[in-house]
């Protein structure tokens, strides 16, 4: 359930991104943007960061299993 | 699956700020560019960075008053939480200084306070691993860090306003509004701070569970 509404949550926020550029005279990225290029600059990003998130979690449950261990020691 | 929400709630909110962050529409500012999309990173790290250390100061004064190890191992793993975010606050804000400033480390008041604020915290490390004592150890890193906490304050957020500096938001009292940041910015800026405070709190308390469990195997010699 919860997971379900962090997805609704998620995909509100995406609504609120615009993919317009200003251009006052100053130059920024937006042939890069347009060519799409940028878009596997997020996906490496977001593989790094989501196996680092896995990471973490696998380190979460190694030690839930030793503090159970620890528990039934006592 | 105890209380995971939470963890996942942080991931998500930075994967979102990787997303939005990145292909979001940002001002078109002279000098900074596209780096200004930066701010969505470095910034989260010394926010994280601080809540840290809040979390280690008020876990060091719940310390002094019960005398507990387990408070004491929350300080102490906060700390070393708070330095790693601050080494990737200094490390990012290095980068980011030398295209934007033209130098790495220029002269600023707010990059030498910070400085400062990271060798008080180091040594806040380097004085724990010092004695040996368990009790001894606890209580004077615990006095120590409640001096250094309000320190890290001035430095960071009262001195760099009181002259110039690079920085927004610093040299005169403007807050928040003082930041070239629009609306949609906004938006992406702060979840991402709290998404950042809640991988490192992640962090902390894995940190901590191991520190007790260590603790644990010691007692009984097993």
Request: charged share 15%; proline share 4%.
């Amino acid at each position: 359930m919860k997971k379900i509404f962090l997805l609704i949550i998620m995909s509100c926020f995406n609504f609120l991104v615009t993919f317009a550029q200003s251009n006052n005279g100053v130059e920024m990225a937006t042939g890069l943007r347009s060519s799409g290029k940028i878009y596997v600059v997020v996906i490496v990003l977001l593989i790094i960061f989501i196996g680092f998130i896995i990471y973490l979690f696998t380190i979460d449950r190694r030690i839930g299993k030793l503090e159970n261990k620890d528990k039934n020691i006592k | 699956m105890k209380s995971y929400w939470w963890k996942f709630l942080g991931a998500a909110i930075v994967i979102y700020t990787i997303i939005a962050g990145l292909l979001g529409e940002v001002p078109a500012l002279p000098i900074l560019h596209e780096s200004i999309r930066t701010v969505y990173f470095h910034v989260p790290m010394w926010f994280a960075m601080l809540l840290m250390y809040l979390i280690s100061v008020v876990y060091s004064i719940k310390y002094l008053g019960s005398g507990k190890p387990e408070d004491d191992f929350i300080a102490v793993e906060s700390v070393n939480v708070g330095l790693i975010f601050c080494l990737f606050g200094l490390l990012s804000g290095m980068l980011w200084a030398n295209i934007t400033w033209g130098d790495p480390w220029p002269n600023d008041p707010k990059l030498n306070s910070s400085a400062i604020a990271s060798l008080m915290y180091l040594a806040y490390v380097v004085l724990r691993n010092s004695l040996d004592e368990e009790q001894k150890r606890g209580k004077i890193s615990a006095i120590y860090n409640v001096f250094a906490f309000p320190i890290m304050i001035v430095l960071l957020f009262v001195l760099p306003r009181l002259t110039d500096s690079l920085h927004p938001g610093n040299g005169g009292n403007p807050g928040f509004s003082g930041y070239d940041m629009t609306g949609s910015m906004k938006w992406v800026f702060r979840p991402a701070v709290l998404g950042w405070m809640l991988i490192g709190c992640w962090i902390m308390t894995l940190r901590y569970r191991i520190r007790k469990l260590e603790y644990h195997t010691d007692e009984t010699g097993n």
